[in-house]
Protein backbone atom coordinates (compact mmCIF):
# COMPACT_ATOMS: atom_id res chain seq x y z
CA UNK A 1 0.00 0.00 0.00
CA UNK A 2 1.20 3.70 -0.98
CA UNK A 3 2.55 5.70 2.06
CA UNK A 4 2.76 8.93 0.13
CA UNK A 5 0.30 9.88 -2.87
CA UNK A 6 0.97 13.22 -5.29
CA UNK A 7 -1.59 15.00 -6.98
CA UNK A 8 -0.37 17.06 -9.38
CA UNK A 9 -2.78 19.57 -11.53
CA UNK A 10 -2.24 19.50 -15.65
CA UNK A 11 -0.03 22.63 -16.50
CA UNK A 12 -1.41 25.51 -17.67
CA UNK A 13 -3.93 25.85 -20.67
CA UNK A 14 -4.32 28.32 -23.44
CA UNK A 15 -5.50 31.59 -22.44
CA UNK A 16 -9.23 31.08 -24.61
CA UNK A 17 -9.83 28.51 -21.91
CA UNK A 18 -8.09 29.99 -18.84
CA UNK A 19 -11.13 30.83 -15.92
CA UNK A 20 -13.58 28.64 -17.91
CA UNK A 21 -15.35 25.22 -16.97
CA UNK A 22 -13.37 22.26 -18.74
CA UNK A 23 -14.11 19.21 -17.95
CA UNK A 24 -14.46 16.82 -20.56
CA UNK A 25 -13.18 19.40 -22.93
CA UNK A 26 -9.87 17.51 -24.34
CA UNK A 27 -7.75 21.05 -24.51
CA UNK A 28 -3.74 20.87 -25.08
CA UNK A 29 -1.40 22.98 -23.92
CA UNK A 30 -0.28 25.36 -25.61
CA UNK A 31 3.62 26.42 -25.54
CA UNK A 32 3.81 27.98 -22.19
CA UNK A 33 1.78 25.04 -20.50
CA UNK A 34 4.42 23.09 -21.94
CA UNK A 35 7.33 25.21 -20.95
CA UNK A 36 5.79 25.59 -16.98
CA UNK A 37 5.11 21.65 -17.23
CA UNK A 38 8.74 21.38 -18.07
CA UNK A 39 9.72 23.66 -15.10
CA UNK A 40 8.32 21.39 -12.67
CA UNK A 41 10.23 18.08 -13.54
CA UNK A 42 13.15 18.72 -10.53
CA UNK A 43 10.27 19.34 -8.01
CA UNK A 44 8.18 16.03 -8.62
CA UNK A 45 11.73 14.57 -8.85
CA UNK A 46 12.30 15.55 -4.94
CA UNK A 47 8.99 13.22 -3.84
CA UNK A 48 10.38 10.47 -5.74
CA UNK A 49 7.84 9.05 -7.55
CA UNK A 50 8.11 5.62 -8.76
CA UNK A 51 4.95 5.29 -10.97
CA UNK A 52 2.37 7.39 -12.18
CA UNK A 53 -1.38 7.56 -13.07
CA UNK A 54 -2.47 10.33 -15.45
CA UNK A 55 -6.02 11.55 -16.66
CA UNK A 56 -6.47 10.33 -19.96
CA UNK A 57 -7.25 13.91 -21.31
CA UNK A 58 -4.38 15.78 -23.20
CA UNK A 59 -3.53 18.63 -20.72
CA UNK A 60 -2.83 16.38 -18.31
CA UNK A 61 -1.06 13.35 -20.79
CA UNK A 62 1.34 16.25 -21.70
CA UNK A 63 1.87 17.22 -18.15
CA UNK A 64 2.76 13.74 -16.50
CA UNK A 65 5.12 13.27 -19.85
CA UNK A 66 7.10 16.33 -18.90
CA UNK A 67 7.25 15.55 -15.13
CA UNK A 68 8.47 12.59 -15.30
CA UNK A 69 9.68 11.03 -18.39
CA UNK A 70 11.41 8.06 -16.88
CA UNK A 71 8.27 6.61 -16.10
CA UNK A 72 5.89 4.88 -18.10
CA UNK A 73 2.27 6.52 -17.04
CA UNK A 74 -0.62 4.66 -16.68
CA UNK A 75 -3.69 6.01 -17.83
CA UNK A 76 -7.53 6.16 -15.81
CA UNK A 77 -10.15 7.60 -16.94
CA UNK A 78 -11.65 7.74 -13.31
CA UNK A 79 -9.02 10.36 -12.75
CA UNK A 80 -10.95 13.00 -15.72
CA UNK A 81 -12.39 16.30 -14.58
CA UNK A 82 -15.79 16.41 -14.18
CA UNK A 83 -18.52 16.93 -17.03
CA UNK A 84 -20.12 20.34 -17.41
CA UNK A 85 -21.91 19.64 -19.82
CA UNK A 86 -23.73 22.05 -21.83
CA UNK A 87 -21.61 24.53 -19.19
CA UNK A 88 -18.50 23.55 -21.07
CA UNK A 89 -16.36 26.26 -22.12
CA UNK A 90 -18.25 28.68 -20.58
CA UNK A 91 -17.15 30.61 -17.43
CA UNK A 92 -18.90 30.34 -13.75
CA UNK A 93 -20.57 34.30 -14.15
CA UNK A 94 -22.03 33.33 -17.47
CA UNK A 95 -23.66 29.86 -16.04
CA UNK A 96 -24.68 31.78 -12.94
CA UNK A 97 -26.49 34.44 -15.07
CA UNK A 98 -27.99 32.55 -17.60
CA UNK A 99 -29.59 30.26 -14.65
CA UNK A 100 -28.87 32.03 -10.84
CA UNK A 101 -30.54 28.55 -9.64
CA UNK A 102 -28.54 25.90 -10.93
CA UNK A 103 -25.34 27.21 -10.17
CA UNK A 104 -26.69 27.85 -6.56
CA UNK A 105 -27.90 24.28 -5.69
CA UNK A 106 -24.14 23.41 -7.44
CA UNK A 107 -22.70 25.89 -4.85
CA UNK A 108 -24.10 24.20 -1.71
CA UNK A 109 -23.78 21.13 -3.67
CA UNK A 110 -27.36 19.83 -3.08
CA UNK A 111 -27.15 15.65 -3.36
CA UNK A 112 -29.29 15.64 -6.16
CA UNK A 113 -27.11 18.02 -8.41
CA UNK A 114 -26.37 17.29 -11.86
CA UNK A 115 -24.98 19.45 -14.73
CA UNK A 116 -27.18 19.79 -17.97
CA UNK A 117 -26.30 16.86 -19.97
CA UNK A 118 -23.38 16.72 -18.16
CA UNK A 119 -22.06 14.60 -14.78
CA UNK A 120 -23.82 14.42 -11.49
CA UNK A 121 -21.48 15.31 -8.28
CA UNK A 122 -22.78 12.29 -6.43
CA UNK A 123 -21.62 9.98 -9.24
CA UNK A 124 -18.12 12.84 -9.57
CA UNK A 125 -17.52 12.13 -6.05
CA UNK A 126 -18.00 8.02 -6.10
CA UNK A 127 -15.70 8.10 -8.90
CA UNK A 128 -13.23 10.19 -7.36
CA UNK A 129 -13.29 8.29 -4.34
CA UNK A 130 -13.34 4.68 -5.97
CA UNK A 131 -9.77 5.80 -8.12
CA UNK A 132 -8.67 7.68 -4.87
CA UNK A 133 -8.58 4.11 -3.00
CA UNK A 134 -7.46 2.23 -5.77
CA UNK A 135 -4.50 4.54 -5.93
CA UNK A 136 -3.25 3.97 -2.53
CA UNK A 137 -3.41 0.71 -2.87
CA UNK A 138 -1.05 0.26 -5.13
CA UNK A 139 2.09 -1.54 -4.17
CA UNK A 140 4.02 1.55 -4.85
CA UNK A 141 5.62 3.71 -1.80
CA UNK A 142 4.77 7.16 -3.60
CA UNK A 143 2.47 7.38 -6.08
CA UNK A 144 2.32 10.25 -8.30
CA UNK A 145 -1.30 11.19 -10.24
CA UNK A 146 -1.57 13.91 -12.70
CA UNK A 147 -5.03 15.23 -12.99
CA UNK A 148 -7.40 18.29 -12.55
CA UNK A 149 -8.35 20.52 -9.74
CA UNK A 150 -11.75 19.50 -9.47
CA UNK A 151 -10.34 15.88 -9.16
CA UNK A 152 -7.63 16.98 -6.46
CA UNK A 153 -9.77 19.13 -4.28
CA UNK A 154 -12.39 16.39 -4.25
CA UNK A 155 -9.74 13.65 -3.27
CA UNK A 156 -7.79 15.47 -0.82
CA UNK A 157 -11.49 15.96 1.49
CA UNK A 158 -12.06 12.32 0.52
CA UNK A 159 -8.37 11.17 1.86
CA UNK A 160 -8.83 13.58 5.22
CA UNK A 161 -11.83 13.25 5.92
CA UNK A 162 -13.74 16.57 4.70
CA UNK A 163 -17.13 17.35 4.17
CA UNK A 164 -16.81 17.48 -0.14
CA UNK A 165 -18.36 21.14 0.83
CA UNK A 166 -14.78 22.17 1.98
CA UNK A 167 -13.47 21.57 -1.91
CA UNK A 168 -13.31 25.07 -1.96
CA UNK A 169 -11.03 25.57 0.85
CA UNK A 170 -7.75 24.23 -1.62
CA UNK A 171 -6.63 26.68 -4.41
CA UNK A 172 -5.24 24.88 -6.46
CA UNK A 173 -3.57 26.34 -9.82
CA UNK A 174 -2.10 24.98 -12.41
CA UNK A 175 0.92 22.79 -11.88
CA UNK A 176 -0.03 22.61 -7.97
CA UNK A 177 1.17 19.69 -6.14
CA UNK A 178 -0.66 18.22 -3.74
CA UNK A 179 1.46 15.32 -1.13
CA UNK A 180 -0.92 13.45 0.99
CA UNK A 181 0.93 11.31 3.17
CA UNK A 182 -0.72 7.69 3.83
CA UNK A 183 -1.46 5.15 7.08
CA UNK A 184 -3.63 2.82 7.21
CA UNK A 185 -5.32 3.93 4.39
CA UNK A 186 -5.89 7.32 6.11
CA UNK A 187 -4.41 10.78 4.75
CA UNK A 188 -2.66 13.97 6.17
CA UNK A 189 -2.22 16.88 3.97
CA UNK A 190 1.47 17.51 4.40
CA UNK A 191 1.80 20.37 1.59
CA UNK A 192 0.30 22.10 -1.28
CA UNK A 193 3.04 23.28 -3.26
CA UNK A 194 1.84 26.22 -5.67
CA UNK A 195 3.77 26.48 -8.81
CA UNK A 196 4.52 30.31 -8.00
CA UNK A 197 1.70 31.59 -10.10
CA UNK A 198 -1.50 32.78 -8.62
CA UNK A 199 -3.54 31.44 -11.62
CA UNK A 200 -7.14 29.95 -11.51
CA UNK A 201 -9.71 28.06 -13.44
CA UNK A 202 -11.80 24.56 -13.83
CA UNK A 203 -10.57 21.38 -14.98
Known amino acids: MARRLLLMRHARVPLAFQGKLIGS ?24 PQVCY ?41 AAADDPGL ?3 WATFAPDFAFPDGEDLAGFLRRVGAVAERLIRDPAA ?29 HVPYAALAVIDLCDGQGVLAALEQPGEMEVGCG
Open 25 to 48: TDVALDRSGELQALAQTDRVARWA
Open 142 to 170: TVLAVTHGGVIRAMICHLIGLDPRHYVAF
Open 103 to 105: TDR
Open 54 to 94: SSPLRRCRQTAAAVVPELTVRFDAELREIDFGRLETRTFAE
